[in-house]
């Protein structure tokens, strides 16, 4: 398994910007494709931005195409998401885990994830 930490919410104007982190930990970080999701209240979590076990491979859901990044430094078991021209319908607790099984990616269904961790509140105001 790969365990989790997000950090680096906040809140923030629309229009800015914020840089989530994610913290692995386990020897096979690098084996792990991982993912980006988010939960506002009262909906269902949404997957936000993928990216494979290789790092080469990176995809996204269309709300936040072309204002995402997503990275990853297997050497540092670290993820990260640059979120820019942040937009209020962007509020949510967001999340990050890893695929259940190695070497695969590609799933946007957040029941291919996990375990989760505790989330970091992103807030942007109006």
């Known amino acids: 398994q790969v365990r989790v930490v997000e950090s680096g919410g906040g809140l923030v104007q629309a229009g800015g910007s914020l840089r989530l982190s994610c913290a692995a930990s386990?020897?096979?970080?690098?084996?792990?494709?991982m993912g980006w999701f988010r939960q506002a209240p009262g909906k269902e979590r949404e997957f936000v931005a993928g990216?494979?076990?290789?790092?080469?491979?990176?995809y996204y859901a269309d709300s936040v195409k072309g204002r995402c990044t997503i990275s990853r430094d297997n050497a540092k078991n670290m993820m990260y998401l640059q979120m820019n021209s942040l937009k209020p319908e962007d509020t949510a607790v967001y999340y990050c885990?890893?695929?259940?099984?190695?070497?695969?990616?590609?799933?946007?269904?957040?029941?291919?994830?996990?375990?989760w961790g505790q989330g970091t509140q992103v807030t942007v105001s109006s």
């Open positions: 990216i494979r076990w290789s790092g080469g491979t990176t």
């Open positions: 885990a890893a695929e259940k099984e190695e070497l695969r990616g590609g799933s946007r269904w957040y029941g291919d994830f996990g375990p």
């Open positions: 386990g020897r096979t970080f690098s084996r792990y494709s």
